[in-house]
């Protein structure tokens, strides 16, 4: 495909119209048919994302000095982050695009560390194997020896003794998720804590998916396990502000114990013609308007939106898994947020994931073991008793020979 562009400048009126048509095939969101990539917290909180984002769209986190409103803003997000993950008046944070901007530079910190301390050679960092791709990522661009570890079959959790096998003399980090995405389960991140105290290693929790969701679940009485700054041996936290924290995209936080570890974070070069420049994370510039958004959705919704929100997401799961329980499904592990993963002893999973694409549904698989998955808005109330109907009526189809058309599922 060969696209030039125009000689002429076309209108917004038609710019739209053809940009309303293009979006015709796209996942329906808005339906509630799609349960990955979009966090749906209702219409007054898209209003807020949307105000709040256009107001400060051409603002960039780039010049504090400029706008020092952004710096402000930045500041208050994560001392309210904190606020929420047990950090102390020494934890330290900034806003980054995403879980994947927030993990590449907790490994890179976590690298300079290592290096500071003198230790060369090829540095390893060790994760579960449901840990994020982007930590493989970050590896991979930091050259950085990987070493997944298996996880308890039974559970779906970390295993702590097989973590702790893979350590050596030149392991920078040790990796738990809270929770991992493949199947919603929070890792036993206490016990990860004594292999990490026990090697004097940074300890790294990846809590994008749960960091705006745990603490507001915990607070709505559910036995959300301790997982943040609270645990001493916990260096740093990744927790997206644009998933559960309902923030437009991209936001999310990169959290440290103090300042003396974040120092390690920090790019200040003055060795060129246009004088010094610093910057925190990966980027340069930094769309004002994603920190503004997130800074407006955390004051508008407070603690008590949030766990109106959470509470939602945690009530519309149960219901959907004592729905799956019913039509014979295994539920993965014991999920406790808003993600879920699940299969059925007689139905292949991937050909059940097609049925529901052909009914409009977009969401996700796991792959280990093949398994259909679920990541809920509040939004999903609404439609809850419309997908466990059809996944009921995909079953009858499949069981009566009727696969439909293969398809591949992916998903971030």
């Known amino acids: 495909m060969s696209v030039k562009m125009p000689e002429q400048g076309q209108s917004w009126e038609s710019l739209s119209a053809d940009m309303q048509a293009r979006g015709g095939n796209d996942a329906k969101w808005r339906d509630g048919k799609t349960a990955v990539y979009v966090f749906n917290a209702g219409a007054d909180v898209a209003k807020v994302q949307k105000e709040a984002y256009t107001m400060y769209m051409s603002e960039n986190g780039l010049g504090p000095l400029a706008f020092p409103s952004l710096a402000q ?20 944070g900034n806003i980054t695009s995403g879980g994947t901007d927030s993990i590449t530079m907790a490994v ?9 301390k003198g230790i060369t050679g090829t540095l390893n960092l060790v994760l579960p194997r449901s840990g994020h791709p982007a930590f493989a990522k970050a590896c991979k661009m930091l050259e950085i020896e990987l070493r997944r570890v298996p996880i308890n079959e039974e559970t779906y959790m970390a295993d702590p003794v097989a973590m702790d096998a893979a350590i050596d003399d030149h392991t920078m980090m040790l990796v738990g998720s809270a929770p991992n995405f493949p199947h919603g389960i929070i890792d036993p991140i206490e016990e990860l804590a004594k292999v990490a105290e026990k090697h004097d290693l940074w300890l790294h929790v990846d809590a994008c998916v749960g960091g705006y969701f745990a603490p507001f679940a915990r607070m709505n009485g559910v036995p959300v396990p ?16 644009h998933k559960y924290g309902y923030a437009a995209k991209g936001a999310s936080t990169v959290l440290f114990r103090d300042a003396s570890l974040q120092a390690h974070m920090i790019f200040d070069c003055d060795d060129w013609s246009g004088g010094r420049m610093v910057t925190p994370t990966l980027a340069g510039t930094r769309p004002g308007g994603a920190i503004a958004a997130a800074w407006a959705v955390m004051n508008f919704l407070g603690v008590e939106g949030y766990k109106a929100k959470q509470g939602a997401v945690c009530s519309v799961r149960s219901y959907i898994q004592e729905g799956l329980t019913k039509l014979g499904f295994e539920i993965l592990g014991d999920p406790l947020l808003g993600l879920i993963a699940f299969r059925h002893p007689e139905i292949d999973s991937y050909a059940l994931w097609g049925k529901l694409f052909e009914k409009g549904w977009f969401t996700s698989i796991t792959v280990e073991p093949p398994s259909l998955h679920l990541m809920l808005s509040p939004f999903h ?23 439909g058309e293969k398809r591949e599922a992916r998903y971030n």
Do not use: C, K, W
């Open 108 to 116: 890179y910190t976590a690298r300079q560390l290592a290096r500071s």
């Open 73 to 92: 803003m930045e500041e208050e997000v994560i001392s309210m982050a904190m606020g929420l993950l047990h950090g102390s008046d020494e934890a330290v």
């Open 226 to 241: 301790a997982f943040d700054f609270e645990i001493p041996a916990v260096h740093s936290i990744s927790a997206d502000l």
């Open 381 to 403: 109330a609404t439609v809850s008793d419309q997908y466990l109907a059809d996944i009921q009526t995909g079953m009858a189809e499949i069981r009566a020979g009727n696969t």
